[in-house]
C-alpha cells in the first residue's frame, strides 16, 4: 500500500506514510573512521577528567570543578562541534555532535552543564546573533573561557514558557535596555558568565531575547537547589532588578524570543535522546558483569530468566534508541545539505531542516528519557539490596535519570506536540495525512498479515506497514470527531502520539537490523528484531483501542477494534527464548558496547 519515496531526503513526519528505502537510514555502524576517532577521544577525556571525580562532582565539594571540567573540554575542542572554524569551532556534521552528546551522557551532572552550555546557551548566539555579538561572545563560549546559561523558566511559567512575566523596557535615550523578572531552575546558573534571557519588551505578545553578562548591578541569585539527581550540577534562581545592558545586547528581533526558544529546544531535545545512550550502555555493562558474578543459590544470578529478560529488555529499548536518534540525525544532516544546495547558508539551512524534523526530535526525546529510567529501574534490580546503596554504581545513575522527562519540555507537553505539529503539517497540506487517513477509514478491510521465517525481514515491514494504516485510521477518526477541538483531548492525543513513537522505534529498529544483517548475516539481528515487534505491537495495540473507545458509542468502536486487532495480529514469537537469546548474546559478549556489538 505504501510506496517508496525516492527523492534524495526524506521529510519530517514521512515515515508515517512512505516505506524509506534502507539505504536512506543511518545507522550507528555507518559512523566513519574520523567520528570513531572523535568518539575516542570524547571518551579518553571523560574516563580521564570527570568519570573519576563523579562523586567530587555530586558532592559540590569544589564549586570550580564544574567550570574547570567545561574549560577543560573547551580545550579539547568539544565546546565548539557544531560552531563554525572562524569562531575557532570544528563545523563538524549533525550527527558527529550527536555522537559527542550520546557519549557524554554517561556523566550525569556533568553531561547537564555540557548540554546547557553547548545546547541551549551557545546556540541562540550562533543562530541569532549578529556579527559583532558573535565575534564578541562565541569566541569564548568555544574555548571555555565564557560559560553560558539559558534562561527561561520562571516560577509561574514553565510548560506555558510564553507567559513570562519578565520585562525589558528601553531607556529614554534608548541606549540601553533595562531588565525586570525572575528566572527558575537555570543550569549553570552558578557560574555562568553569560546568560541568554528571554522577557517581553513593554507589553509586547511575545518574548524577546537578550544576552546580559554577569556582574552587572541588580544581578542576584538564590543558592543552589537542592535536588533529586544532577546534583552536581548547577541549578539557580535568578533575579533581575533594573538590571541595564546595552540596547544592542538584544538577541535576534523584537518578539523573536519565543521562536529561538523553540528551535534552540528542536535541537536540545534530538541531542536529549542520543545524551541517554551513555548512560544506558554503561548501567547495561555494570548489569552484565554484577549479574556473571552475583551468585544466589549456587548459581549466577545472569543464569536466572528473570534476569535474561530485564537484560534483553534493556538492551534491545537502547539499541531502538540508537536506531531512532542516529536514523534522525542524518535525515536532519541530510535536508541540512540539500537546503545549502539550494542556495541556503548553513546556518538557515541547520534551523530550516530542524523545524521540518519537530516530530522525530520530540519522538527521541520522549522514548530516550522513558528508556533510560526503565534501563537504570532494571539496573537498580539486578543489584538488589546492593542498588540501594551509594556504594554500587547504580544509585546517581537512577537519581540522576528522571530529570530527562522533565526539562527540554516535558514529556506530556512533547507527546502534545507530535500530535498538533502533525495536523498543522496536514491542514496545510505539508503532509497528506488526512488523504491517507480518509482512503484506509472508507478501505475499512480487516488486515492479514502472512508472517515467513524466509522472508523475515519483509513479512516485518508488511507488518509496520499495516501499523500505519492503524495509526492512520485512529488519527483520521479523532481528527473527523473531534475537529479543532481535539487539543483539548490530551488523553486521546496522548495515545496517538504513543502510536507514532512506536511505529518510528519499530520501523527503524527494523531498518537497523536488517542493514546489519544484510552485511553479516548475524542471526542475533533477527532475534531484536522478533523483541522490537512483539514490544511495540503490544504498545500500539493497547493505546489505538484506548483512542477508540475514549469517544465513540459501542458499535463504532467495536468495528474500529476489530481493524486494530486485524493489523496488530501478527506471529507469535517465543518471546522468552528470544529474550533468552538476546542476553545470552551479551553476557559471552560481557558489553553492550558503543559500536562492536555484531561483529
Ligand atoms: C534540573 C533542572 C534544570 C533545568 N534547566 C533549565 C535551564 O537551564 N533553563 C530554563 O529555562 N529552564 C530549565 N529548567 C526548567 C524546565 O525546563 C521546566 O521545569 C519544565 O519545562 C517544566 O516546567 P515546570 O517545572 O514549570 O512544570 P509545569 O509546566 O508546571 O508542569 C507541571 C506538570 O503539568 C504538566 N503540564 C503543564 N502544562 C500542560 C499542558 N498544557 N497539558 C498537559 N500537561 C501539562 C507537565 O507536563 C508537568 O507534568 C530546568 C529544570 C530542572 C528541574
Not at 46 to 69: F, G, H, Q, S, Y
Not at 159 to 180: F, H, M, P
Not at 317 to 332: H, L, N, P, V
Amino acid at each position: 500500500m505504501n510506496k517508496e519515496n525516492n527523492s534524495k531526503s526524506v521529510i519530517g513526519g514521512e515515515f508515517l506514510l512512505n516505506e524509506v528505502d534502507i539505504s536512506k537510514v543511518f545507522i550507528i555502524e555507518d559512523f566513519n573512521e574520523d567520528q570513531r576517532m572523535m568518539a575516542d577521544s570524547c571518551n579518553d577525556f571523560l574516563e580521564k577528567e570527570v568519570i573519576p571525580l563523579a562523586e567530587k562532582i555530586d558532592n559540590k565539594e569544589n564549586p570550580d570543578l564544574m567550570p574547570e571540567l567545561l574549560t577543560k573540554a573547551g580545550e579539547l575542542g568539544l565546546l565548539g562541534l557544531s560552531i563554525g572554524e572562524e569562531y575557532g569551532g570544528m563545523n563538524m556534521s549533525f550527527n558527529t555532535s550527536m555522537l559527542i552528546a550520546d557519549i557524554v551522557g554517561i556523566t550525569g551532572s556533568f553531561s547537564t552543564a555540557y548540554g546547557a552550555h553547548t545546547g541551549i546557551a551557545t546556540l541562540p548566539l550562533k543562530y541569532y546573533g549578529n556579527d559583532d555579538q558573535k565575534e564578541k561572545y562565541l569566541n569564548g563560549l568555544v574555548s571555555g573561557e565564557l560559560k553560558g546559561a539559558y534562561c527561561l523558566t520562571e516560577p509561574n511559567s514553565g510548560s506555558d514558557a510564553n507567559s513570562g512575566k519578565s520585562r525589558a523596557k528601553l531607556s529614554k535615550d534608548k541606549s540601553k535596555y533595562i531588565i525586570n523578572g525572575q528566572k527558575m531552575w537555570i543550569s549553570n546558573g552558578g557560574f555562568a558568565d553569560l546568560f541568554i534571557v528571554f522577557a517581553k519588551i513593554d507589553n509586547d505578545k511575545n518574548l524577546t531575547a537578550f544576552i546580559i553578562e554577569k556582574g552587572l548591578d541588580g544581578i542576584n541569585m538564590n543558592p543552589e537547589e537542592d535536588k533529586l539527581g544532577i546534583k552536581g550540577s548547577s541549578t539557580r534562581q535568578i533575579f533581575f532588578n533594573d538590571v541595564e545592558i546595552p540596547s544592542n545586547n538584544i538577541l535576534g528581533n523584537r518578539e523573536e524570543g519565543f521562536k529561538i526558544a523553540l528551535n534552540v529546544l528542536n535541537i536540545g531535545r534530538i541531542k536529549l535522546g542520543a545524551g541517554v545512550l551513555g548512560g544506558c550502555r554503561g548501567v547495561i555493562d555494570h548489569s552484565i558483569n554484577y549479574s556473571k558474578e552475583r551468585i544466589q543459590f549456587n548459581l549466577p544470578i545472569a543464569s536466572f530468566g528473570a534476569i535474561k529478560y530485564k537484560l534483553s529488555n534493556m538492551i534491545v529499548k537502547t539499541f531502538s534508541c540508537e536506531s531512532i536518534c542516529y536514523r534522525a540525525g542524518d535525515d536532519i544532516e541530510q535536508k541540512i545539505k540539500e537546503f545549502q544546495v539550494d542556495g541556503k547558508n548553513l546556518n538557515e539551512s541547520e534551523l530550516s531542516a530542524i523545524e521540518l524534523f519537530s516530530v522525530e526530535c520530540a519522538i527521541c526525546k520522549i522514548y530516550g528519557s522513558e528508556i533510560l529510567d526503565y534501563v537504570v529501574d532494571e539496573g537498580v534490580q539486578i543489584y538488589g539490596g546492593m542498588g540501594y546503596s551509594e556504594e554500587a554504581p547504580m544509585a546517581r545513575p537512577y537519581r540522576d535519570a528522571r530529570i530527562s522527562r522533565i526539562y527540554e519540555g516535558t514529556n506530556e507537553i512533547n507527546r502534545m506536540l507530535i500530535v498538533g505539529t502533525l495536523l498543522k503539517k496536514s491542514i496545510k497540506n505539508e503532509i497528506n495525512l488526512f488523504k491517507k487517513a480518509t482512503k484506509v477509514i472508507q478501505d475499512a478491510k480487516l488486515k492479514k498479515i502472512v508472517y515467513s521465517s524466509d522472508n523475515h525481514f519483509k513479512s516485518s515491514y508488511d507488518l509496520v506497514n499495516s501499523l500505519k494504516d492503524c495509526f492512520l485510521h485512529i488519527f483520521g477518526k479523532a481528527a473527523l470527531h473531534f475537529n479543532d477541538k481535539i487539543k483539548s483531548e490530551q488523553e486521546v492525543m496522548m495515545n496517538i502520539a504513543d502510536v507514532i513513537i512506536s511505529i518510528y522505534v519499530l520501523e527503524s529498529t527494523l531498518k537497523r537490523c536488517q542493514k546489519i544483517y544484510l552485511n553479516n548475516k548475524n542471526k542475533i539481528m533477527i532475534e531484536i528484531s522478533k523483541a522490537s515487534i512483539y514490544a511495540n505491537i503490544s504498545i500500539i495495540k493497547h493505546h489505538s483501542i484506548e483512542s477508540v473507545i475514549s469517544y465513540m458509542d459501542k458499535n463504532d468502536a467495536r468495528k474500529s477494534i476489530d481493524f486494530i486487532n486485524s493489523c496488530t495480529e501478527f506471529e507469535n514469537f517465543n518471546i522468552k527464548e528470544v529474550n533468552r537469546n538476546i542476553a545470552n548474546y551479551f553476557l559471552d559478549k560481557k558489553s553492550y558496547s558503543l559500536f562492536n556489538n555484531f561483529k
